[in-house]
C-alpha cells in the first residue's frame, strides 16, 4: 500500500486508564497526536490489542490483526490446507515449502495462511499505520501456544517494499507475492469493512509497475501476483499462466522450478 497515507486527521487514544502509557508510545513512534479537533480516524489501544476505528456516523467497526480468533482460526483449522488456490500459485507442494516475500502485507492475512503451511515468510508493510496493527497482531499471536509456533516463521520487515527489494541484502526470497490495492473502485472490493476503511487512509498502489519489476528482479524462483478476477495484469512482463478462482486469480511469473 502506498508509504504515505492521504490527508487524513489521525489521533491515538487509550480505551481505558490503564492503557494510556502504551497509546503514548504508539503516538511518539508513529509522529501522531493524542488529541485532535475532528479527526477522521483514531489508533486505539485497549484490551484486545492495537486497532484502527474510522469516526464518523457511517463509519465500519475497528479492524485490527487477530490471528488467534475469527477468520484466521477458522482458515487455519479448516482452510483446505495446501489444496488453497494460494498455495499452488506460490508452488507448495509435497516436500515443498518455499521462502516468500509478501511484499504487500496489509493485515498479514495471506501471510499467516502460508506460514500456517510451513513457509519462511516476510513481511513488508510500508503504509505505518498497517504495519502497526500486524506487528501488534504478531506480537500477541507469538504468546499463544498454538498459534506461536505459525508466527513465528513470519518476519515483519519495515520500510518501503520497492527500497528494499531493490537493497535486499543476504540470500533472496525464492518467491516474492504481490498483492497490491486496485485502483478501481468495483463494489465487490469495499464489501470488506477493511477495504472500506483503507481506501481513504491509503489510497490505490500507483508503482504497482515498479513493485512487480522489483520483485522480478529479486525473487529466485517465481512472483506471485494477486488480482481481482477481471482486472488487466500489471503493466510490464506478462505472466506465463495464472490460476482463477470466483473473485480473482494469482498471475504466476515462473523464474526456474521448485524442487523438493
Not at 480516524?41 to 456516523?57: I, M, N, R, S
Not at 529466485?220 to 481481482?228: C, M, Q, Y
Amino acid at each position: 500500500m502506498n508509504e504515505q497515507p492521504a490527508a487524513c486527521r489521525i489521533k491515538v487514544e487509550a480505551l481505558g486508564a490503564g492503557f494510556e502509557s502504551e497509546a503514548q508510545q504508539w503516538a511518539e513512534r508513529l509522529g501522531l497526536p493524542l488529541q485532535v479537533d475532528d479527526a477522521e480516524f483514531a489508533l486505539q489501544v485497549g484490551e484486545q490489542g492495537l486497532q484502527l476505528q474510522q469516526l464518523g456516523p457511517d463509519a465500519p467497526g475497528p479492524v485490527r490483526v487477530d490471528f488467534v480468533e475469527g477468520g484466521a482460526a477458522h482458515r487455519r483449522l479448516y482452510g483446505g490446507g495446501s489444496g488453497q488456490m494460494i498455495a499452488k500459485a506460490v508452488g507448495v507442494a509435497q516436500g515443498v515449502r518455499p521462502r516468500v516475500l509478501d511484499a504487500t502485507a496489509g493485515l498479514g492475512k495471506d501471510g499467516f495462511v502460508l506460514a500456517t503451511l510451513g513457509c519462511e515468510m516476510s513481511l513488508i508493510e510500508r503504509q505505518p499505520l498497517i504495519g502497526a496493527l500486524l506487528e501488534d497482531g504478531l506480537a500477541r499471536g507469538a504468546r499463544d501456544a498454538e498459534v506461536g509456533p505459525i508466527v513465528a516463521r513470519m518476519h515483519l520487515l519495515k520500510g518501503n517494499s520497492i527500497e528494499l527489494m531493490r537493497n535486499w541484502e543476504g540470500e533472496p526470497p525464492q518467491v516474492i507475492y504481490l498483492d497490491p490495492m486496485f485502483p478501481h473502485r468495483e463494489k465487490s472490493a469495499l464489501v470488506k469493512k477493511e477495504m472500506r476503511l483503507f481506501r481513504p487512509l491509503v489510497g490505490d498502489d500507483n508503482d504497482a509497475p515498479a513493485l512487480l519489476a522489483a520483485a522480478l528482479a529479486l525473487a529466485s524462483h517465481r512472483v506471485v501476483v494477486k488480482r481481482p478476477r477481471k482486472a488487466p495484469c500489471i503493466e510490464g512482463p506478462k505472466p506465463s499462466h495464472g490460476l482463477e478462482g470466483k473473485s480473482s486469480r494469482y498471475d504466476i511469473y515462473p523464474k526456474k522450478a521448485l524442487k523438493a
